[in-house]
T-cell receptor, first 115, second 113 residues
Framework: AQTVTQSQPEMSVQEAETVTLSCTYD???????LFWYKQPPSRQMILVIR??????QNATENRFSVNFQKAAKSFSLKISDSQLGDAAMYFC????????????FGTGTRLKVLA | GAGVSQSPSNKVTEKGKDVELRCDPI?????LYWYRQSLGQGLEFLIY????????KSGLPSDRFSAERTGGSVSTLTIQRTQQEDSAVYLC???????????FGPGTRLTVL
């Protein structure tokens, strides 16, 4: 069965610095999608970034980028120039590309941004 | 346009009562997902709808949980004979199609006393 593991329950970063959140997953599939979602205290889940497994190029979205290592089944999120508004829970998620299309989420990493 | 909406935002109920949670998707979104988020935990998949049918309901934890979707739009998650362990935030997410980005609603916080 597919699993997603986030081994860092909590991380802190100084404002304007860079932080990397870790995520590993287990699957026997060759094609799938990976995501990072942000959940601020308002509870609203927001998509941060998405990566298709068949693409070797790492996805980037402004200050957010990923390091996707398919062989290692690793999918880390790098946040550059951290801002106070980045403080939130961050969830890594795996999605099947066929059949069920369901998502499997990790347990999350709480990111604190220090002024 | 309007995002995914869920109602009620908070629900407090007594053990043994039935509850209904509602999700209104973004117009035109055919895929709809229900998740449960317990305190300090990640999201637990419950059920996936494509249109009115549910190809995957493997995440429903017991037969006390059921969900339906009508008209390819509104979905209702029903929990019968609620238990204290059902206390959680129930999140709904929809997407235009199964391959497209999910958009989440604000969730319903259920507290079972």
């Amino acid at each position: 069965a597919q699993t997603v593991t986030q081994s860092q329950p909590e991380m802190s970063v100084q404002e304007a610095e860079t932080v990397t959140l870790s995520c590993t997953y287990d699957t026997s599939e060759s094609d799938y999608y990976l995501f990072w979602y942000k959940q601020p205290p308002s509870r609203q889940m927001i998509l941060v970034i998405r990566q298709e497994a068949y693409k070797q190029q790492n996805a980037t979205e402004n200050r957010f980028s990923v390091n996707f290592q398919k062989a290692a089944k690793s999918f880390s999120l790098k946040i550059s120039d951290s801002q106070l508004g980045d403080a939130a829970m961050y969830f890594c998620a795996y999605r099947f590309t066929s059949g069920t299309y369901k998502y499997i989420f990790g347990t999350g990493t709480r990111l604190k941004v220090l002024a | 346009g309007a995002g995914v909406s869920q109602s009620p935002s908070n629900k407090v109920t007594e053990k043994g009562k039935d509850v209904e949670l509602r999700c209104d998707p973004i117009s035109g979104h055919t895929a709809l997902y229900w998740y449960r988020q317990s305190l300090g935990q990640g999201l637990e998949f419950l059920i996936y709808f494509q249109g009115n049918s549910a190809p995957d309901k493997s995440g429903l934890p017991s037969d006390r949980f059921s969900a339906e979707r009508t008209g390819g739009s509104v979905s209702t998650l029903t929990i019968q004979r609620t238990q204290q362990e059902d206390s959680a935030v129930y999140l709904c997410a929809t997407s235009r199609g199964p391959h497209d980005t999910q958009y989440f609603g604000p969730g319903t916080r259920l507290t079972v006393l």
